[in-house]
């Protein structure tokens, strides 16, 4: 297995973001390499506490050892982020002062070609955010119906191409069985025009829309996102880093939801404003600066939206 390595994105204005209290209760939804994690947990004095919440055994073993030599006040907690309020309950937190996703692929399943996440690298089609899963890219590519192959392809690519990949695959898998990244990734490139070949890979939204196929990453999120703002403090915060539209659709549209009304126009507005418990941080989206950008690339697409309870609980 190749060599593990992380570089959380939009560090310092993630952290910044939440606002940390010493001795506050705050989750990291999306642990990963444990990067935004470690920075959190050195700013949490004894009474303070760090859960974490990741599926995946590789992750979770390095980044306990990387947040034991920080102090002992973390639990990680071995699910999926959906069942958050539950887990936590199960700990006996009923409410939170902040909580932060991170929700892009962790660099390390990236980086480790075992994963299948990459079409640079050679690897069985896998994309399991939990190695204990039944659903891989490879059930699906070989399984999934036309149809359903163009749907996932359009909605979690948004895939222009979407029938003309879909119609490829399913010709190809009649004569062999789709196994590899490499594999399928020719197979994408050998069924859009040339001109789409030239900006980027022509297989990069193929691959995001397996991943969040197989992962069930869109629903989960919304729920959990939901759950998180029911389950802030006063003054607690929620910071969200998304890295493609859908994510951020998502997450704009529920911050927008809580933080605004829908009443009658002749209600006074001071009657409005006593029922909006939720504020938005930043009302203009925050991206990477280019210095980061240069250092990691993976950071260009990053957009980060941050919502504050106001209202006491």
């Known amino acids: 297995m190749s060599e593990y390595k992380h570089i959380p994105v939009m560090l310092e204005e993630a952290i910044s973001g939440l606002n940390i209290k010493p001795n506050g209760i705050y989750v990291d939804a999306t642990l990963g390499g444990a990067g935004h994690a470690s920075e959190i947990l050195k700013r949490l004095n004894n009474q303070g506490h760090l859960y974490c919440f990741d599926q995946d055994e590789y992750a979770i073993q390095k980044s306990h050892e990387k947040l034991s030599q920080i102090g002992n006040n973390f639990t990680i907690i071995k699910d999926n982020f959906v069942n958050l309020k539950e887990q936590l309950n199960r700990h006996n937190i009923t409410y939170v002062d902040g909580v932060l996703y991170d929700l892009g692929v962790s660099s390390f399943q990236l980086d480790i070609k075992e994963r299948g996440f990459s079409y640079h690298q050679e690897a069985k089609l896998d994309m399991r955010m939990d190695q204990s899963s039944k659903l891989t890219a490879e059930e699906i ?173």
């Open 141 to 313: 590519v070989n399984t999934y119906s036309y149809e359903e192959l163009k749907k996932i392809f359009y909605q979690y690519g948004e895939e222009r191409f979407a029938p003309q990949i879909a119609k490829k695959i399913v010709n190809y898998r009649q004569k062999k069985r789709i196994e590899t990244t490499v594999e399928l990734a020719e197979i994408i490139k050998e069924a859009v025009p040339a001109f789409a070949r030239r900006d980027a890979h022509p297989a990069r939204q193929v691959f995001q829309a397996l991943r969040i196929a197989v992962n069930d990453e869109l629903r989960v999120f919304e729920k959990s996102l939901n759950q998180a703002i029911e389950m802030l403090n006063y003054q607690g915060r929620i910071v969200v880093i998304t890295f493609h539209s859908l994510e951020d659709r998502i997450c704009k549209q529920i911050f927008n939801d809580y933080t605004t009304t829908h009443f009658p126009a002749k209600l006074p507005i001071k009657d409005v404003d006593k029922d909006i418990a939720y504020r938005l941080v930043n009302k203009k989206v925050i991206t990477p600066t280019k210095q980061e950008i240069d250092l990691n690339p993976r950071a260009r697409s990053a957009k980060l939206r941050i919502i504050e309870r106001i209202k006491e609980v």
